[in-house]
Structures are given as structure tokens and as C-alpha cells.
């Protein structure tokens, strides 16, 4: 089993930035890909980033592409979020998902939330205009 834990999310305003993190736990000597979805109100679940365990691949949804980077640290099993450039409607909760179960690395499945086996509680990033 795995333990995922968001933090850093918070209020800022329209164009600023923001880093959230997320830390796994438990059995993590496995390889895993990390991501993050965000949750609007009344909307559902939505992709915005992956990274494979060796960082050399990631998929941003199209919304954060030149506004996003995710990066992570292996050795402490985290996974960073930057967000640069913040708009009103990146304002979600956003969730740490781990460890990738689909079947090939194509964007249909990793931007796919049932693909991914452990998910964290969520932090939530409001953005203010």
C-alpha cells in the first residue's frame, strides 16, 4: 500500500505562481509515475500532468502547457508542481495521483484518472482575478 500526501496549495492571486508537493509513501521501492488532476466545483476530475519515474517523459494537459513544469525527486518519493502564470479558472483541488496501471504510456490512458491506483486527499488552489 501507498500513502499520498498533497501540500503547498493556498490562495493567490491572478498571475502569480504557486509550487505544490506531493509525498508517497510506504511501498515505494517500486518505480512509479506520479501525476496530477484537479477538481473544479461542479466539474468533473480532470488530467493536468504526469512524470515517469525516470522524469525524462511527461504529458501536460493542453490548459497548463508553458505555464506548468512538474519535476520530482526520487529519493524522497515526491513530486513538485509549479505553477507559474495562475488563471482564475486553474482554480481546483488538486490531487496527487501514483502509480500509472494502464497498459501503454498513450495520452487516452494516462490522462485517464482510472488508470491510476493510489490518489491523496486533494489540496485546493483558488486563484483570485
Known amino acids: 500500500q501507498v500513502q499520498v500526501v498533497e501540500s503547498g496549495g493556498g490562495l493567490v492571486q491572478a498571475g502569480g505562481s504557486l509550487r505544490i508537493s506531493c509525498a508517497a509513501s510506504g511501498r515505494t521501492s517500486d518505480r512509479y509515475s506520479m501525476g496530477w488532476f484537479r477538481q473544479a466545483p461542479g466539474k468533473e476530475r480532470e488530467f493536468v500532468v504526469a512524470?515517469?519515474?525516470?522524469?525524462?517523459?511527461?504529458w501536460y494537459a493542453d490548459s497548463v502547457k508553458g505555464r506548468f513544469t512538474i519535476s520530482r525527486d526520487n529519493p524522497e518519493n515526491t513530486v513538485y508542481l509549479q505553477m507559474n502564470s495562475l488563471k482564475s479558472e486553474d482554480t481546483a483541488v488538486y490531487y496527487c495521483?501514483?502509480?500509472?496501471?494502464?497498459?501503454?504510456?498513450?495520452?487516452?490512458?494516462?490522462?485517464?484518472?482510472?488508470?491510476?491506483?493510489?490518489w491523496g486527499q486533494g489540496t485546493q488552489v483558488t486563484v483570485s482575478s
Open positions: 512524470i515517469k519515474w525516470s522524469g525524462e517523459d511527461t
Open positions: 495521483a501514483v502509480d500509472f496501471t494502464g497498459s501503454t504510456y498513450r495520452d487516452v490512458q494516462v490522462t485517464d484518472k482510472a488508470k491510476w491506483r493510489y
